[in-house]
C-alpha cells in the first residue's frame, strides 16, 4: 500500500470496478486504491466453482441483506434475499 492515491474508490460492485478501471486507466495514469469490505473469499471453495455458488448464500462472504415484506408476492408479505458478496 502507498500513503496516498490519487483516487479511493469505496465498494468493489458492479458500478466500483468499472469506476476504479475507468480512473486508472486515465492517460496521466494516476494511483487508484479499490476497497472492498470482505476477506480473503477468493481462496474459499464456495468461490472457486460456479456449481457452488448456492452455498454463499447467508455465510461469511454474504451480506445477508434482505427486503422489506413485499405485499404483492405469494405467500402475501414475502421477505426476499437480496444477494451481495463481500468480496472481489
Known amino acids: 500500500l502507498k500513503p496516498r492515491y490519487d483516487f479511493i474508490v469505496i465498494g468493489s460492485g458492479s458500478s466500483g470496478c468499472a469506476v476504479a478501471q475507468r480512473l486508472a486507466s486515465a492517460p496521466w495514469a494516476p494511483s487508484v486504491l479499490l476497497v472492498e469490505a470482505g476477506g480473503e473469499a477468493q481462496r474459499s471453495g464456495k468461490t472457486q ?3 457452488q455458488a ?3 448464500w447467508q455465510s461469511e462472504i454474504d451480506w445477508g441483506f434482505r427486503s422489506t415484506p413485499q405485499q404483492h408476492l405469494l405467500p402475501k408479505g414475502r421477505v426476499l434475499d437480496l444477494e451481495r458478496g463481500k468480496t472481489l
Request: glycine content about 0%.
Open 49 to 51: 466453482q460456479a456449481r
Open 54 to 56: 448456492f452455498s454463499c
